[in-house]
């Protein structure tokens, strides 16, 4: 994709400076994809703890949230311009080799932060919320599935579309590819190929035992490395007479289709995202802390502070390393067991990252 | 944002910057009619059906209510208006589709833009749904049908689809209360159409030029006192000229031009004492009072009370300052009232010894003596034919001080938004021999903060928030990422402020919670 001199430059110094500063020993890495303001996609090798690329995104509309790769850790799909387009963004090239702007004249389309891709890499399925836009007044329309085929091109338009109930955040695609989750008032699982609702599960159907009703709203769909999606759950537990608020972790392991919920805490700092470690022993959640939770024991096993409030975690593939990124412009590197800091790339341009997801992918 | 919809007008740039205050009046006799204007820049969206225009004539509202309806087509829908073309809409909208004085009263609070003002409570639905984005004195504010709420709902949705996904209202089916309880309450609570409205709309209303007497108390700063002269512009607007005293010494002049909306929501813009003021003020309905308050445009929190009675009414007493003095203690006072007569007499009540040093149109200026003896309570004070009660007292000592506001928000300031400073003042009371609490008025005190809890001593907030001027203002200090602190946090901080008032060798204390928290972006008419 097109680049500034002015940005590889950038991009060549945080490496140099990187490599001098904070070489980490070396092994096989993955590769991190994060976005920020205005219009930015980076590839980071967290080998080196470097930016690899840095790509523009075409009419992003100063506004990047949920980032999904590809099955094949090709191509970037990417939720941007006030969440009203997708962006494919070819990871070799930078190009961008699919478009789907959801809004069309007389009707606006916003996606909040839900979308997944098959298995095969061949269809995205996207949530849409559609407003009619009237000469006096706007109507809010019944919320739908709309199916794009990757291959559509950049004026990519919906080959299908099916009936999606209100409030939804998240999707999950599992990998038989038959069939996804939505996440939203409920756990809801459609079929792919006809749109079925195939269950209803969880969250306000919840039936917990001495519990209000949950409440969840993360929205990064973080599954990698283990198949596994996490999001910390926050409701009122009453055991003897006492209610207090409790901090919990929602698993829902996308292969298996195995739902869990467990408190591990008296409610004591906020967690946007978690991620679960590949041993899944423990997962780590973040906001202005960052939080290790024993899974096995369902308890806060360490919680130090961060520099700054970070939305988005991931893991490394093999676990040796916990990523943070989502706010400003610095991804910063943690070790897993002491939860010290390790390093942190700043961003080159020092865009936002404002929300957008951090993502693990395959080194290639 | 496009959504598609015709750009009819080129951008004026000044429509942002506009607001009510005392604009270029539509009253020219060339200027067009409130329906043209509408009819020439709104319906080509809003089809005009026998005179009324679709949507717009399906609601009611504040001249700011309409004023941010306007900012919102500029700045979503591409309309562009030409000065006098938005003024003129304003005028003609408040004044046929406004509020009545009864239907604004709940929430003048937000058209005065009190600082920490307490919302109205409208139960917890209306909070939850409404209220935990915008006050719901901006719902109280507006009239429509149930149909009408409806598509305001939509609205919402269409323009602000995360409104869904927020705390409190994902604990609950948010679209479906808000597409079929929440407009039927609406409509039933804040309608269309309304007895008050009717009676308001088709009434006469006094004009206001002449003489005026004027009162005005600036929390935790001075009193104000004097005559305002009010005269037309010959636009279909007003001037005000004041010539006013403080009470801590010196004289303060100055002018204001004002629009009167509906028959009583004066808006005016001037200058104060050489500092700019904004004022939004009613005219109560038989038209003999204007009241309200005035504040510095580029610190809105900046402000007084303000009332203005006309100078040829009834004897009343306006005002006595100080409100109080102590037993034993000796000074002067100075009480405002209309209908003075020449050579007044004034007593303040038993216990009490008066001289009366000068008189001006409408104020009267004493030496007073307090016996030592003299009984702590409230003083009838009497001045010419006027009489008024609860406006001066006595006391022994002072037993108890209170802060207002009892709890208030600072914000920290820096780059294009200005810190939002917190003013207290100490008011002070005694026990009278009934054993009942009397107010005794603003005392000044010796102002200090200290955390609020341990968690602010840990994350050393009262070093980090900003500081308290001598005078009971709060100064919050600069945004941004602080490093230093935990989470490189902003200077946000929670605070106990305290008030040390001295009576003679005693020292009372109150205090109040000060939550110095981050700039607010988007600061609208109707908070």
């Not at chain 1, 899974?295 to 093999?318: G, K, M």
Request: neutral net charge; aromatic residues 8%; proline residues 5%.
């Amino acid at each position: 994709m097109r680049m500034t001199t002015r940005g590889l430059l950038a991009v060549a110094l945080v490496a140099v400076t990187t490599a001098f500063a904070i070489a980490p020993p070396a092994r096989a890495g993955d590769l991190l994809l994060t976005a920020a303001k205005p219009d930015r996609l980076y590839v980071i090798d967290t080998a080196t703890r470097s930016v690899r690329s840095e790509f523009r995104i075409p009419n992003a509309g100063a506004h990047i949230t949920t980032i999904v790769p590809s099955p094949d850790g090709k191509v970037a799909y990417v939720l941007v311009n006030r969440m009203e387009s997708i962006s494919g963004i070819n990871l070799k090239t930078g190009r961008e080799v699919f478009r789907a702007d959801l809004s069309v004249p007389g009707e606006r389309v916003k996606d909040f932060c839900a979308f997944t891709i098959t298995p095969d890499g061949k269809e995205l399925i996207v949530y849409e919320l559609p407003t009619k836009l009237l000469p006096n007044e706007y109507r809010v329309e019944e919320p739908r599935f709309a199916v794009f085929r990757t291959n559509a091109g950049l004026k990519a338009k919906s080959i299908r579309a099916y009936s999606a109930p209100r409030r939804l955040h998240l999707m999950l695609m599992r990998p038989s590819g038959k069939s996804f989750y939505a996440i939203g008032v409920d756990l809801y699982e459609y079929d792919v190929a006809s749109g079925k609702l195939l269950n209803t599960r969880g969250i306000q159907k919840w039936d917990l035992v001495a519990h209000s009703q949950p409440d969840l709203l993360a929205f990064w769909p973080v599954t990698e490395p283990t198949g596994v999606f996490t999001s910390p759950v926050i409701s009122d537990a009453t055991a003897g007479g006492i209610t207090a608020m409790k901090t919990g972790l929602m698993s829902l392991d996308v292969v298996s289709g195995a739902l869990d919920f467990a408190d591990f805490e008296d409610t004591s700092a906020l967690i946007f995202s978690t991620v679960l470690a590949p041993d899944r022993k423990f997962a780590y959640g973040v906001y202005s802390t960052l939080t290790k939770i024993d899974i096995e024991h369902h308890s806060l096993a360490q919680r130090v502070p961060l520099d700054h409030t970070f939305y988005s975690v991931n893991i490394a593939t093999d676990g040796h390393e916990i990523y943070m990124g989502g706010a400003m412009c610095d991804v910063a590197f943690y070790d897993p067991q002491t939860l010290q800091k390790r390093a942190n790339l700043k961003l080159p341009g020092c865009g936002d990252q404002s929300l957008a997801s951090l993502r693990v992918i395959p080194a290639r | 944002m496009s959504i598609g919809l015709p750009r009819m007008f080129s951008l004026h740039a000044s429509l942002l910057g506009l607001f009510l205050f005392g604009a270029p009046a539509a009253g020219a006799t060339d200027a067009p009619s409130g329906p043209t204007l509408v009819r020439t820049y709104c319906s080509g969206c809003h089809l005009e059906h026998g005179g009324s225009f679709e949507r717009i004539s399906s609601i009611r509202k504040s001249p700011e209510g309409w004023v941010m309806t306007l900012f919102r087509m500029h700045q979503v829908h591409g309309l562009a208006l030409p000065e006098d073309a938005h003024d003129g809409i304003v005028r003609y909208l408040a004044d046929t589709q406004g509020l009545a004085p009864s239907e604004s009263a709940a929430g003048r609070f937000a058209l005065e833009r009190r600082p920490n003002a307490r919302d109205l409570d409208l139960g917890p639905d209306l909070a939850a749904m409404c209220g935990r984005c915008h006050s719901l004195a901006r719902v109280a504010l507006q009239r429509r049908d149930a149909d009408d709420w409806l598509k305001h709902m939509h609205f919402h949705v269409g323009q602000f689809p995360s409104l869904e996904y927020q705390a409190s209202a994902r604990d609950r089916p948010w679209w479906t209360i808000a597409t079929t309880e929440l407009p039927a309450k609406l409509g039933s609570l804040f309608p269309l159409n309304s007895a008050a409205w009717t009676a308001w709309s088709q009434g006469a209303h006094r004009e206001l030029m002449g003489s005026w007497v004027v009162v005005g108390h600036e929390p935790g700063g001075r009193d104000l006192y004097g005559t305002a002269e009010i005269n037309t512009d010959g636009h279909g607007g007003y001037t005000a000229r004041y010539r006013l005293s403080d009470t801590r010494g010196g004289t303060v002049g100055g002018e204001s031009h004002a629009i009167v909306y509906t028959g009583y929501e004066w808006r005016g813009r001037g200058e104060l004492g050489g500092r700019a003021s904004r004022e939004v003020f009613a005219v109560s309905e038989d038209g003999s009072r204007i009241s309200g308050r005035w504040f510095d445009p580029d610190h809105e929190e900046r402000g007084g009370d303000w009332t203005a009675v006309r100078a040829d009414a009834a004897p009343q007493v306006l005002a006595v300052l100080p409100r109080s003095m102590k037993a034993g203690s000796s000074g002067p006072i100075t009480i405002v009232a209309t209908g003075l007569p020449a050579g007044p007499e004034l007593s303040l009540g038993a216990g009490t010894t008066v001289r009366i040093t000068s008189v001006e149109a409408a104020s009267v200026h004493a030496a007073v003596e307090v016996a030592t003896d003299a009984a702590a309570g409230a003083r009838a004070v009497t001045i010419g034919r006027a009489s008024a009660a609860g406006q001066f007292a006595i006391y022994q000592h002072i037993d108890k001080v209170d802060v207002t506001p009892g709890f208030a928000i600072a914000r920290v300031g820096g780059g294009k938004t200005a810190a939002v400073t917190a003013q207290f003042e100490a008011t002070a009371s005694t026990h009278d021999a009934a054993g009942k609490l009397v107010e005794l008025g603003p005392f000044t005190a010796d102002w200090s903060t200290k955390p609020f809890d341990a968690e602010a001593a840990r994350t050393h907030d009262e070093t980090f928030g900003g500081a308290i001027e001598p005078g009971g203002r709060y100064m919050p200090a600069g945004a941004g990422l602080n490093p230093v602190r935990d989470y490189s946090g902003n200077n946000t901080a929670n605070l106990k402020v305290l008030a040390r008032v001295h009576d003679g060798d005693v020292a009372v204390e109150g205090d109040s919670h000060l939550i110095v928290t981050v700039q607010r972006w988007v600061t609208t008419p109707i908070y």
